[in-house]
């Protein structure tokens, strides 16, 4: 929902979302992009930026719900 809409439709400054969460901006992916996929490129871009080698990661932790993924858990594909 725009903030726009949300100042007039809810009442509530156009800042409440930044203000609540802390999140500045938003992007969105295309509808055919498979979370995982998007996982995997942040990840290397991460270590890249950081000069870390993906051996030095020891665990891999993913938080969300992907339909295309159930079980097993999407983090053993961000891990490969």
Known sequence: MDE???ETRFNVPNTWLEDLTGI???RFAEPEAN???LAIEAGRA???KC???PKDIAM???CGIDR?????????????
Request: glycine content about 4%; hydrophobic content about 30%.
């Open 24 to 26: 500045r901006s938003r």
């Open 35 to 37: 979370p995982s996929d």
């Open 46 to 48: 991460a270590l890249e």
């Open 60 to 62: 891999v932790i993913y």
């Open 68 to 80: 295309y993924w159930v079980e097993p858990a999407t983090s053993h594909r961000v891990q490969r």
């Open 4 to 6: 726009i809409q949300s």
């Open 51 to 53: 000069g870390m080698d």
